[in-house]
């Protein structure tokens, strides 16, 4: 697969079927997502693959008491708002993402797998977060949807530490949660606010000096 | 570009040529960084691209200094191992590292681009780093290297924030600093820690059910 087309169309992929993601399939993204850089090239991280449906099913109510509790707090205004003017298209576009986050919470055990990333030391996640961008772009590439949430790590991270048998005594501490499974949607490039508007030239607040209104890919022919 | 090409092949990349880097491709750049996932779509970034070089060289002195801090903390015990046993494979490769940043600390005014990535209220760094690392893989695709680092944020946040004129009373904060230009070197798979020495299966510190011993990329034919 085309790199820009990896980059533009590696959605938020939440609904997905339960088919089971084949072990050599499960490699190449891990292959690849270690070539990631990390601060000093120390690579202080640990992956833990979930597939195992008893575990999947510790996991879920958690993971759903999360998505609950999401809505309750950082979200709770948005929601509020986007419930108000349900036909706004900020507010269409909050409520999709609502019922997507939703489906996930409500089934959680049925997604074949999930990726956990752990680093030890690493305060701003720069030396985890590439490498678990590089995993879901793989995923991507090998027709597999994914998608990343923290929710776990805010709401239940002892839980889910403890389930997992994660030696947090070590310093080892989770960095979020990636669902993978092959998507019942389809890809496509999503909608997102255009780069000029948010990207200053040395100093900010000031244009950037190019402006693009459509998406560069895919290319105009 | 392939896309496991760009994620195999995107190393850190500090010796840059101080050709410039045409605004088209800047803008390339830009336009597929934007389309990486943030929390909730959130979007709460914003990016600086610095190319004044008034600018750089207000900035590369505080570079240059927190690349020496780094090695008197973070790293002063490795430093002082590696400078103990120079030829053992370790030592080699954290000595390489350590040159390649000293020379991006020597040299910072002469690159030609950096990318300085902000976000609002982004504890775990996962609705950032992604966007960052997307811009990287694509200046790949476009021939141009690429490093990240976070120093700057750890050592001098305040003095870059003023420099740059963030407004960090609204919650914006830094969250590194990219160089980017035409690299002197190749680009190789870099040399990482096999991937299911690294990764686990259902419970911490289990086999994970596949082994690599050299990277899946190129493939062999």
């Known amino acids: 697969m085309d790199l820009y087309e990896a980059l533009y169309t590696t959605r938020a992929m939440r609904r997905v079927k339960p088919d089971p993601i084949p072990l050599d399939v499960q490699q190449r993204i891990m292959d690849a997502a270690v070539r990631a850089p990390s601060g000093g090239n120390q690579q202080g991280w640990r992956f833990l693959l979930v597939d195992d449906q008893a575990t999947k099913e510790k996991l879920a109510p ?3 008491d999360a998505v609950g509790k999401l809505w309750e707090t950082f979200y709770a205004g948005q929601l509020a708002e986007a419930e108000a003017r349900p036909n706004d298209p900020d507010s269409i576009s909050f409520l999709k993402v609502q019922k997507s986050a ?3 919470g409500d089934h959680f055990a049925e997604v074949p797998l999930f990726l956990f990333p752990f680093t030890q030391f690493d305060p701003t996640g720069s030396s985890i977060y590439p490498a678990v961008w590089s995993a879901m772009l ?3 590439a090998e ?8 929710i776990l790590s805010f709401f239940y991270p002892n839980e889910v530490n403890e389930i997992l048998g994660v030696p947090t005594e070590e310093g080892w501490a989770m960095q979020g949660c990636i ?3 092959y998507p019942t949607g389809t890809w496509g490039v999503a909608t997102r606010r255009p780069a000029h508007e948010v990207t200053y030239r040395n100093q900010w607040a000031t244009d950037v000096g190019f402006e693009t209104t459509e998406p560069l890919w895919p290319p105009r022919t």
Not at 143 to 150: D, E, H, K, L
């Open 102 to 104: 939703n489906w996930l």
């Open 62 to 64: 958690l993971y759903k």
């Open 143 to 150: 027709g597999i949807g994914s998608c990343i949430t923290v």
């Open 179 to 181: 669902s993978l499974g």
């Open 138 to 140: 793989a995923a991507r």
